[in-house]
Structure formats: structure tokens, C-alpha cells
């Protein structure tokens, strides 16, 4: 099951069967709503998704990494909150991005932290990273858009340092039907339309609910982790299941 639900995710590309593939369309989509992405979080999560990471950032507090990679790193705002609130000695993030990227390294050249935040243009498909090379991995919002999740987090888990903590955030579909008729609603209809008002790409929003809908939830994603060689593995739910934390130790 857990295979198919892979499958099923990496088979939900931005652009549809346009004959590239799903990293390049997605290198593509983000790189046209850059400058509307920061935006459209939060008026898609009504403010909530900066809640959501302060969560996820409370998870790594007890391993106190020194390093840590952020993986679809974005517009920086998840390796901006983890500076803020553990202190590492470096952050790396990572995106497919060039025009997400030049968001990121904006907002933190404005915050000088320069010296304590850098970023690379990369694929989690194959890392450039040494083995064991980080204390704690991350991803906000970033697996369901990556082309093969068991290779993306085979290549997390073997940066990781042994002992070293994944910490992965990723919306999700409520499980009450009730709720996830609303939530349909809003993902399905009004999401796509504010984002083409706003971006311009309404492909681009109508790709958001079909990846989270297709996307591994519960513990098929965290049977991933553990085919990944990763142990520990827990999730907890948010904000009526809309979203989800997934750890997972090495």
C-alpha cells in the first residue's frame, strides 16, 4: 500500500503529461510564484502554517543540533525559525528553486544571518552532501513535490549523523468527513482562484490539493522512513488533521 501511495504522489505533477518531469515542472512552478509564494501561505493557512513549524521546531529542541540541512528550503522561512529558535552552529537549505532561492537569501540577508543560513540550489535526489554530515534533517511542505520520495528520504536519512533526528512537516487530509468536506471546498476551489488572481499560475494552486490528497499520510509515510533505515518514526496530527509532524531518528 504504501508503494502505490508513492506512487500515486509522484504521479501528480504541476503541469500534467507535458513530457518533462516532475521535478523540472516543479523547479518550474516555483520559480513562477516566487514572488506571490509568501503571500499565498499565509492567506491559504490564515497565518496557522507559522504556528505549525514553531511545532515542529520544538521537536529537534532536545537533539540541540549543531548542523542542519533543510530540504525545499523555499523562501527560507522554515531555516529563518529554526536560527531563531535552536541557535545552530550552521543551517544549509536546499531548493530546486533559482527564483525561491533569491527570496530566501533576501530575507535573511535582511535579518544578518548571512553568516548563519546559506543555500544551495540542489535536488534531494541526489544530495551533494558527504554522508552523515548533519545533525538534524528537515522539510516543510516538501515531500509530497519530490519525484521519488523512497530516494529523497534514503538521501536525507544518509546525511543524517547517527543519532541525528528527520523532522518533516506536510499538510494532510482531515480524516473527519465533515471537516473534510470544508476542507475540500477550500482546497479544491477557492485556494486555485486566489492563487491565479495573485500568481498568476492557477495550474500551480489546482497541483496543491491533488498532491496533498495523493501524497502518503500516517504511518504509510513513516513506513517510508523506516525503509529508509530511519527508527524512532512517530506523527502527530495538526489543527484537525490539515496538517502533520513526522519524525524519525537515525
Given at each position: 500500500?504504501?508503494?502505490?501511495?508513492?506512487?500515486r504522489?509522484?504521479?501528480?505533477?504541476?503541469?500534467?503529461?507535458?513530457?518533462?518531469?516532475k521535478?523540472?515542472q516543479?523547479?518550474?512552478?516555483?520559480?513562477?510564484i516566487?514572488?506571490?509564494?509568501d503571500?499565498?501561505?499565509r492567506?491559504?493557512?490564515?497565518?496557522?502554517d507559522i504556528?505549525?513549524?514553531?511545532?515542529?521546531?520544538?521537536?529537534?529542541?532536545?537533539k540541540?543540533?549543531?548542523?542542519?540541512?533543510?530540504?525545499?528550503t523555499?523562501?527560507?522561512?522554515?531555516a529563518?525559525?529554526l536560527?531563531?529558535?535552536?541557535?545552530?552552529?550552521?543551517i544549509?537549505?536546499?531548493?530546486?528553486?533559482?527564483?525561491?532561492?533569491?527570496?530566501?537569501?533576501?530575507?535573511?540577508?535582511?535579518?544578518?544571518?548571512?553568516?548563519?543560513?546559506?543555500?544551495?540550489?540542489?535536488?534531494c535526489?541526489?544530495?551533494?552532501?558527504?554522508?552523515?554530515?548533519f545533525?538534524?534533517?528537515?522539510?516543510?511542505?516538501?515531500?509530497?513535490?519530490?519525484?521519488?520520495?523512497?530516494?529523497?528520504y534514503?538521501?536525507?536519512?544518509?546525511?543524517?549523523?547517527?543519532?541525528?533526528?528527520?523532522?518533516?512537516l506536510?499538510?494532510?487530509?482531515?480524516t473527519?468527513?465533515?471537516?473534510?468536506?470544508?476542507?475540500?471546498?477550500?482546497?479544491?476551489?477557492?485556494?486555485?482562484?486566489?492563487g491565479?488572481?495573485?500568481?498568476?499560475?492557477?495550474?500551480?494552486?489546482?497541483?496543491?490539493?491533488?498532491?496533498?490528497?495523493?501524497?502518503p499520510?500516517?504511518?504509510?509515510?513513516?513506513?517510508?522512513?523506516?525503509n529508509?533505515?530511519?527508527r524512532?518514526?512517530?506523527?502527530?496530527?495538526l489543527?484537525?488533521?490539515t496538517?502533520?509532524?513526522?519524525?524519525?531518528?537515525?
Amino acid at each position: 500500500m504504501t508503494g502505490d501511495k508513492g506512487n500515486r504522489v509522484e504521479q501528480v505533477t504541476p503541469y500534467g503529461s507535458d513530457g518533462s518531469a516532475k521535478t523540472e515542472q516543479v523547479r518550474q512552478m516555483f520559480d513562477s510564484i516566487a514572488p506571490a509564494y509568501d503571500f499565498m501561505n499565509r492567506a491559504m493557512t490564515m497565518g496557522i502554517d507559522i504556528w505549525w513549524r514553531r511545532l515542529a521546531v520544538q521537536r529537534l529542541k532536545r537533539k540541540k543540533p549543531s548542523t542542519v540541512l533543510d530540504v525545499a528550503t523555499g523562501t527560507g522561512d522554515f531555516a529563518i525559525q529554526l536560527h531563531q529558535s535552536l541557535h545552530p552552529r550552521h543551517i544549509m537549505g536546499i531548493d530546486l528553486s533559482q527564483g525561491m532561492l533569491d527570496e530566501a537569501r533576501r530575507k535573511v540577508k535582511e535579518k544578518g544571518l548571512d553568516n548563519d543560513i546559506s543555500f544551495e540550489q540542489g535536488d534531494c535526489m541526489a544530495l551533494t552532501m558527504g554522508n552523515e554530515t548533519f545533525d538534524a534533517v528537515t522539510v516543510a511542505f516538501g515531500v509530497r513535490n519530490f519525484e521519488h520520495l523512497q530516494q529523497g528520504y534514503r538521501e536525507m536519512a544518509r546525511v543524517l549523523k547517527p543519532g541525528g533526528m528527520l523532522c518533516v512537516l506536510e499538510l494532510s487530509t482531515p480524516t473527519n468527513p465533515l471537516i473534510r468536506w470544508f476542507y475540500n471546498l477550500y482546497t479544491l476551489h477557492i485556494i486555485p482562484w486566489i492563487g491565479s488572481m495573485k500568481s498568476g499560475d492557477k495550474s500551480a494552486y489546482r497541483y496543491l490539493p491533488k498532491s496533498i490528497a495523493a501524497v502518503p499520510q500516517g504511518d504509510d509515510m513513516l513506513q517510508l522512513m523506516r525503509n529508509a533505515g530511519l527508527r524512532s518514526t512517530q506523527f502527530k496530527r495538526l489543527t484537525l488533521g490539515t496538517c502533520t509532524i513526522y519524525t524519525a531518528v537515525k
